[in-house]
């Protein structure tokens, strides 16, 4: 099974900041990589797809990046309501479907 | 708009078994495969089982095969989670999730969820 890791586990910024997450995959998946946004009590969202691809209607301040094992999600600037956690997950080799452990974003 | 939402979960006590529910609307259900995906409190996500869109394929997480079943109803358009010999750690909120089960998938559509406590 591929291992998703994500970094840093949890981070405090303010708003205005640019945020960068990274997930790193345990052996090559190419480009299928998604981000997903989970507010807190809600039902997680997909953010990105293929890694780079931007879901429709998902504000253009998220932006992805990245191939093989290495990965990054970027708030370019931190809104108050990108208070939550961000989950990266591959879909390269599946199953199973697996996602890393979490990043969760405080707001400063 | 697509619309999937779960029902079933409760209190169960170890070893005892739960049927979760998935009913969906706003979307062809007949042609889109189906996930569930569950995350225990405070912590991350967990896909736990697929099937295709008309039901010849399907896949478990390590964790729960040989203990759970997913099926689905066509012609009710309807997803089934059959919870069988259940364990403290299934304890979560379960999700219904509309995504794909061959190459490159997103999970594009979840439920609200519906949480199972298994406790004694």
């Known amino acids: 099974d591929i291992q998703m890791t994500q970094s840093p586990s949890s981070l405090s910024a303010f708003v205005g900041d640019r945020v960068t997450i990274t997930c790193r995959a345990s052996?090559?998946?190419?480009?299928?990589l998604n981000w997903y946004q989970q507010r807190p009590g809600k039902a997680p969202k997909i953010l990105i797809y293929a890694a780079s691809s931007l879901k429709s209607g998902v504000p253009s301040r998220f932006s992805g990046s990245g191939s093989g094992t290495y990965f990054t999600l970027t708030i370019s600037s931190l809104q108050p309501e990108d208070f939550a956690t961000y989950y990266c997950q591959q879909s390269y080799s599946t199953p199973p479907w697996t996602f890393g452990q979490g990043t969760k974003v405080e707001i400063k | 708009q697509v619309q999937l939402v779960e029902s079933g979960g409760g209190v169960v006590q170890p070893g005892r078994s739960l049927r979760l529910s998935c009913a969906a609307s706003g979307f062809t259900f007949s042609t889109y495969g189906m996930h569930w995906v569950r995350q225990a409190p405070g912590k991350g996500l967990e896909w736990v089982a697929a099937i295709s869109y008309d039901g010849s394929n399907k896949y478990y997480a390590a964790s729960v095969k040989g203990r759970f079943t997913i099926s689905r109803d066509n012609s009710k358009n309807t997803l089934y989670l059959q919870m069988n010999s259940l364990r403290t750690e299934d304890t979560a909120v379960y999700y219904c999730v509309e995504g794909g089960l061959v190459g490159p998938t997103t999970f594009d559509y979840w439920g609200q969820g519906t949480l199972v406590t298994v406790s004694s």
């Open positions: 052996q090559t998946i190419r480009t299928s």
